[in-house]
């Protein structure tokens, strides 16, 4: 199992930026994808991006390209995502998972294909 932890939430103009981070311990070496997700009230929890923790490759959310970067630093074992351009549209509460150990890292991974979540960190855009 995977024990995650995020920081870096906030709240910010339309327009601006923040960059959340993820702190990852325990079987990481296992893990072969790290995504981030949002939700907000009343709505299905939402992949936002997701990385190969092997190539690097990335994947991101139609809503999101362009404005948003999934980075990670495995020296550190820590996820980043970096946002810009915010929108109200993009506030809801992140959360940072890990993949199923040894489970490849696909755009069209399903979400059950993570097993191992954060306890979110609360982002707000305000117009």
């Known amino acids: 199992q995977v024990q995650l932890v995020e920081s870096g939430g906030g709240s910010v103009q339309a327009g601006g930026s923040l960059r959340l981070s993820c702190t990852a311990s325990g079987y990481v070496y296992q893990t072969y994808c790290m995504g981030w997700f949002r939700q907000t009230p009343g709505k299905e929890r939402e992949e936002v991006a997701r990385?190969?923790?092997?190539?690097?490759?990335?994947y991101y959310a139609d809503s999101v390209k362009g404005r948003f970067t999934i980075s990670q630093d495995n020296a550190k074992s820590t996820l980043y995502l970096q946002m810009s351009s915010l929108k109200p549209e993009d506030t809801g509460m992140y959360y940072c998972?890990?993949?199923?150990?040894?489970?490849?890292?696909?755009?069209?991974?399903?979400?059950?294909?993570?097993?191992?979540w954060g306890q979110g960190t609360q982002v707000t855009v305000s117009s």
């Open positions: 998972a890990a993949g199923r150990p040894y489970y490849p890292c696909s755009s069209g991974s399903p979400l059950s294909s993570f097993n191992s």
């Open positions: 990385i190969s923790t092997r190539g690097g490759s990335t």
